[in-house]
């Protein structure tokens, strides 16, 4: 939110033209493209100087004023959330009621009490509170912004100003700001703002909620916004999360309309999982528990769950659930899919996901240690009470239940696990995520009736670097064609054995790599269920021949940024 939370009130920063012809990144947040003028939040009023305190004679009806100034704030977004509808109606709510808020009342009165003028009191009381909430850090710091607006609001009614806010565009634009509050997010028209860029915010904020429920393309944290003139063209890709200044027009304007195409075919892609011609591929969503199962199973078109993700259900808990109790949580995610498949992963506890009753100690090196499947032997029974619990919910279920084990790295860990599996009536797979197991696919298929791909750890452990870190992201890339070459290899094996090579780690939600993958062999593809319609319709929109074709020119190229663009040649 631009505003006096920048001391000198400046809000429109006209540095001339330096950004034009750049391309300036940021964190994508919602899928789609944008192209127009730029448009900014208009100004909103400068931080009050503290001037004398006030005759104590004067102080009852300067906090009068103040709240009645607070209240009119907060009738007037109240009056909006009724024009409006779903989470925006939510959002202008939460944000009116930060305006009758007790403890912002309380605080900014008791400064008025104490001599403060009510603007000033408006501003201190929200210093303070917005102290603490970026003290707390997560959703509570998010709320800053929408503080800062109250306060800027109820400063503009105390001044008879106008409220500050969002101009109404004349023709579609692309809105820029330092942030933006949500009440004007809330009620932008999609038709007129096309794609919104923030410098600040994250992909939970506010903004970013609403314009997810808009549809409006948005893109969040981009550094040098400041630096675009108001009113030059910009190009902003909501699924890249970027922003290009000036781009040249024609393949602007195609841009935006080969994002549309997508979006219409996106947006109409009922299922099944299958290339143009026919080829079945099973689009499946990851999940970790039995709401998350209900909202795939409602909101998207999986066929079913490819990774159920168990230990996510229990990262909070000090002690082993009981085998009952599991069987509960489980059965919970097998309903939510009556008629579908559920691959159910045993715990992947360890490196970057730690679990208080199945710790491993103090590792050197956690990622390289004991976790996933070597768990279990640390862990006496552990596995076994999980594939009896697995079992009795299975037994209990209409659906068709699977069960996998994470990070197998031998033959012997496959077989071990395939046994266990099969002693209880369970249908036994195994992850391939240590290049270990992909390079002897063969003889691990020997013991278990399918495999599934974690391509972010085998991405992590085939490049030698760390899934989490940021610098290393270039190398942690799944179209490394070294990667592609390892789920090649284990799909080919699959093939021969007539057996599954599904994929589930990421790589799964990129569209475009969707399509190499199906090209390599895989028969079943498991990812985010926000993620489902996009790779569901991009599969739909090729023939296998191409998909193959783009998998072989994937698997010829020296490096990903080759790989993808010599795919995407083929298949777009
Ligand atoms: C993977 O490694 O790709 C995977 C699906 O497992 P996780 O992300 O849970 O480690
Ligand atoms: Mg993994």
Redo the contacts with the bound molecule.
């Keep these: 939110m631009d505003g006096i939370g920048s001391e000198d009130g400046s809000v429109q920063v006209e540095a001339g033209a330096q950004a034009e012809g750049r391309v300036l990144a940021g964190t994508a947040v919602v899928p789609g493209v944008g192209y127009g003028p730029t448009i900014r939040p208009g100004e909103r009023p400068r931080r009050p100087a503290r001037g004398a305190d006030l005759p104590a004679e004067d102080r009852p009806a300067e906090k009068q004023r103040f709240l009645d100034a607070a209240d009119a704030v907060s009738s007037r977004l109240l009056a909006r959330a009724n024009e409006v509808k779903g989470a925006g109606a939510e959002v202008l709510r939460a944000t009116a009621g930060l305006a009758t808020d007790r403890g912002w009342l309380g605080a900014a009165t008791a400064l008025v009490d104490a001599g403060a003028p009510a603007e000033s009191a408006a501003t201190d009381a929200t210093d303070q509170f917005a102290a603490v909430f970026t003290k707390l850090g997560g959703l509570m710091a998010e709320r800053v912004t929408d503080l800062k607006d109250i306060r800027d609001r109820v400063i503009a009614e105390l001044r008879g100003m106008p409220e500050p806010g969002v101009p109404t565009p004349t023709e579609p634009s692309v809105l820029v700001a330092r942030d933006l509050a949500p009440a004007d997010t809330a009620v932008l028209d999609p038709t007129l703002v096309v794609a919104i860029a923030t410098t600040l915010g994250g992909p939970t904020g506010h903004t970013s909620i609403i314009a997810r429920q808009l549809g409006i393309p948005c893109v969040v944290g981009v550094a040098g916004l400041d630096d675009i003139d108001s009113g030059a063209q910009v190009l902003v890709d909501g699924s890249a999360g970027t922003v290009e200044v000036d781009p040249e027009p024609g393949r602007a304007r195609s841009a935006v309309a080969r994002a549309e195409e997508v979006r219409q075919r996106t947006a109409s892609w009922t299922g099944p999982g299958r290339t143009r011609d026919g080829h079945p591929v099973a689009v499946l969503a ?1 999940v970790q528990d039995g709401p998350g199962a209900r909202a795939a199973a409602e909101g998207s078109a999986a066929a079913g769950v490819g ?1 159920f ?1 168990t ?2 259900a229990f990262l909070d808990r000090d002690a082993e659930p009981g085998v009952e109790e599991q069987t509960r949580i489980y059965r919970e995610v097998f309903d939510a899919f009556p008629e579908g498949k559920v691959v159910v ?1 045993t715990l ?1 506890a360890g490196s ?2 730690p679990m208080r009753f199945a710790a491993t100690g103090d590792e050197p090196n956690p990622a390289l240690g004991v976790r996933g499947y070597r768990i279990a032997a640390d862990h006496p029974g552990l596995l076994e009470r999980q594939l009896d619990a697995i079992a009795s919910a299975a037994r209990e279920s209409t659906a068709t239940v699977l069960v996998m084990a ?1 990070m197998i790295a031998t033959v012997a860990e496959a077989a071990e696990f395939a046994a266990a599996a099969r002693a209880r009536g369970l249908v036994p797979g195994v ?1 391939v ?1 240590v290049p270990a197991a992909a390079l002897l696919a063969d003889r691990i298929l020997e013991h278990v009736d399918f495999l ?9 452990y085939t490049m030698a670097a760390d ?1 989490m870190s940021a610098p290393l992201a270039g190398l942690t890339d799944p179209w490394q064609p070294a990667v592609l070459a390892l789920v090649a290899r284990t799909a080919a094996d699959g093939a021969r054995a007539g057996k599954g090579v599904g994929v ?4 799964a939600a990129d569209p475009l790599l969707a399509c190499v993958l199906a090209g390599l062999g895989v028969t079943s593809l498991s990812m985010a269920a926000s993620a489902v319609a996009a790779t569901g319709s991009a599969l739909a929109a090729v023939d296998l021949d191409q998909c193959r074709r783009a998998a072989q020119a994937a698997l010829d190229a020296a490096d990903p940024a080759t790989a993808r663009e010599r795919a995407a040649e083929i298949l777009r």
């Design positions: 990851n990774l993700r230990e996510l992963r992947d970057d996901k994470p992850m995520e599934s791909i974690g391509t972010n750890d085998l991405t992590q899934r589930c780690g990421e790589a």
